[in-house]
């Protein structure tokens, strides 16, 4: 079962992952830097509610549903049609660890065709 898993994954992946090519409001800095910013969104109840509503009739999470709109929004910005996005998974599966102090967390990446 492992060897399919793996088969399907680097299926998945066998194609190169295209860099996420966005519009930008001002030119790069010459000198490469990792600071970021956050933006944060809050939705009010009826928003929420029809989101929810919308992702059970198809049977997915509200994760499932945001992650689509997401996926779409980076697409129609990018111009572009494969988008691939890393979520974070929990990493505390083994039962080895269950005792162990300290943050286990992996990356899942996604790969998106909207």
Do not use: C
């Amino acid at each position: 079962r492992l060897e399919q898993q793996r088969d399907f994954w680097k299926a998945e992946f066998a194609a190169e992952v295209n860099v996420l090519e966005l519009p930008t409001d001002y030119a790069r800095p010459s000198e490469r830097s990792h600071r970021g910013s956050g933006k944060s969104v809050l939705l009010d109840k009826t928003v929420t509610d029809k989101l929810k509503s919308a992702g059970e009739s198809s049977g997915a999470t509200m994760f499932m549903t945001v992650l689509s709109i997401f996926n779409i929004l980076l697409s129609k910005l990018s111009n572009q049609e494969d988008i691939t996005i890393g979520t974070p998974v929990a990493g505390r599966d083994h039962a080895d660890l269950e005792g162990i102090i300290g943050m286990f967390v992996n990356t899942l990446v996604l790969r998106n065709y909207p």
